[in-house]
């Protein structure tokens, strides 16, 4: 089951529209004017002409790949997994500040003034109602992406055109106000009008012939989004001097005064509300195709991957995306400004990231089919990201406390590393035993009594009942906390031979055992089977602690188990259930009749029990071999 193409050329023409406006086009106006001045004109030029070539870039790579993985896709293409991981971790980073700055502008507009938890309140149940609507598919969505695209152009152009026709020549003069610098200051400011090309190809997948069809919306839409912005600047400088329009905190609001009168403030902050709003619900429509594809190559929780198989919706992405954003809307309901200043910088790099993987395509691959070929495709993308950090420059430069912002995007942004390693390690069974290596050599005899405190240690003793002169097999032995346990139960007269993948372990546990004769410490390194170098008799007891997560065939390496196990021999596994209760185990670790279906089909006949602790479920799985 997968997602189904239902958008045709004028659907995504107008959903590319919607995405992009956000709130720049009602705030970014009277920041850029603040910033230059009525020269501020100038930016928007140069910023609308930078936006159409980076359209451009963006519609030759989706004629390449036409996936609901967008930008992340493209970056695989180029970079691989890592790289194409930390665009995709970028790329949800500034989604989620993208929201939480939509619903902070929008309440500014509609709430000036009043409680922070009703207008907060207010916008969750719009979010909820989005993302209902998201899951219930992609014809209900796109209905409702289009009717929030006719109000933000209703909405532009009813100021528009009467502020043509009040235009007044004297509000631009003088024309340069503020040095030259300003200018490309605004730009850095403004640039945010343009950014969701990306919220747009997450949709190529749902897209009728989106190999053809994505470039000229993308294309046609940043084209006419940039006619728009400059006609609003140009129309609303023309009628508010541009010191008056420039302090403005619903700028577009105040100017509807001008237009109509006192009773349009209130009209038109409603409308300006659903324009911003309505850019929400493109995010909330496109960012879980991101995640089901990064889910699908193992680069998010595989839980994500599924699609409905009635409304054929990313739905569990949806539901998750859902929880973020609710959590990102009421923590972020700070400062417009603040937010901006975070995001900026940050979807600059992204976009830099995207424009050099068209570069590096061109000579990777060159024969790959596209429908759509930018020009300058070998030049012109380095010229852009040039200049994107120059203006990253230039903004750490003039404004006050850009360093700190820029240190605290850079740090959201690595924050992404350790859960691409944690990510690998739950798929990938040489990342399990190069970063497990790493962990167990400094940090285990720390963690160890965290992962399996006392009472832990106790319960699977006790399951595993009288083991007096018996001989046990520990399968993930650590680095022996319980082995030493073990050797004590077993007493003189029996035998515990206890192994791991881990090599690092392994020392660990020998140095810990080296006085202990009726204990046998050995290495076995493949995940995928156990086939010991050593001659093993017939054993007693089988045990093992927080290994299964990690098996890549656990039926498999269950069956070589149950080959070393006496029959009615006892056998006790301990695993772990939602890590601090909210990322899951491997999927069939959580599926209860799935571990007895497994470990019967394996030779064994085992009860689940589960008990919770401090930071997750523990999984007792115990019985016999049969």
Known sequence: MGLKKVLSFRVILLITINSIMGTGIFFLPAVGAAAAGPASIISWVVLSFIAIYIAMCFGELTSMFPKAGGIYEFCKQAYGRFFSFIIGWMTIIAGNITIAMLVVGAIQYLMPVGSVFLKIGFSLLFIFAFNYIAYKGMKMSAVMLVTFAFITLGTLLALIIPGLLKFQTGNFSPFFVFPTSGILLAIFLIAETFFGWETVTFLAEETKNGAKVMP?????????????????????????????????????????????????????????????????????????????????????????????????????????????????????????MTLLHLLVPMVLVMYSFVLLSLVILRYKKPHLKRHYRAPFGKVGPIVVVAFMFFLIGMWLVKTQGALGILQ???????????????????????????????????????????????????????????????????????????????????????????????????????????????????????????????????????????????????????????????????????????????????????????????????????????????????????????
């Open 216 to 336: 000229k919306a993308l294309v046609y839409g940043t084209i006419a989004i940039s006619v728009i912005c400059l006609l609003s600047v140009i129309s609303s400088l023309g009628v508010v001097p541009w010191e008056t329009f420039s302090r403005s905190a619903t700028p577009l609001a105040d100017l509807a005064v001008v237009n109509y009168g006192v009773w349009a403030s209130d009209v038109f902050a409603i409308l300006v509300y659903l324009a911003i709003i309505g850019s929400v619900a493109g995010w909330i429509v496109s960012a879980p195709r991101l995640l089901l594809a990064m889910a699908k190559d193992k680069l998010f929780l595989s839980q994500l991957a599924k699609v409905h198989p009635k409304n054929n919706t990313p739905h569990r992405a949806i539901i998750f995306q859902t929880i973020l954003t609710t959590i990102l809307v009421i923590v972020g309901a700070g400062s417009y």
């Open 408 to 626: 605290l995007g850079v740090s959201l942004i690595f924050l992404g590393i350790p859960i691409y390693f944690l990510i690998e390690m739950y798929y990938d069974p040489k990342a399990i035993k190069l970063v497990s290596g790493f962990l167990d050599r400094y940090f285990s005899r720390i963690s160890e009594r965290m992962m399996y405190p006392s009472h832990v240690r106790k319960r699977v003793l006790s399951l595993l009942g009288d083991i007096k002169r018996k001989r046990v097999l520990e399968y993930g032995c650590g680095v022996g906390i319980l082995t030493k346990q073990l050797s004590k139960e077993v007493t003189k007269k029996g035998k515990v031979y206890a192994t791991d993948f881990s090599l690092a372990r392994i020392e660990i546990a020998q140095k810990r055992m080296k006085n202990r004769s009726r204990v046998v410490v050995f290495h076995h390194e493949n995940l995928d089977h156990f086939k010991p170098q050593i001659k093993l008799p017939k054993m007693d007891v089988l045990v093992s602690i927080g290994l299964l997560g990690y098996l890549q065939k656990p039926p498999k390496v269950l069956k070589h188990l149950g080959q070393k196990i006496k029959k009615k021999g006892r056998v006790v596994f301990l695993d772990y259930s939602k890590f601090f209760y909210l990322i899951p185990n491997a999927p069939w670790i959580e599926n209860e009749k799935r571990v007895k279906q497994i470990f019967k089909e394996a030779g064994f006949n085992v009860e689940v029990t589960k008990k919770r602790g401090l930071f997750w479920k523990y999984v007792f799985i115990h019985g016999e071999k049969v």
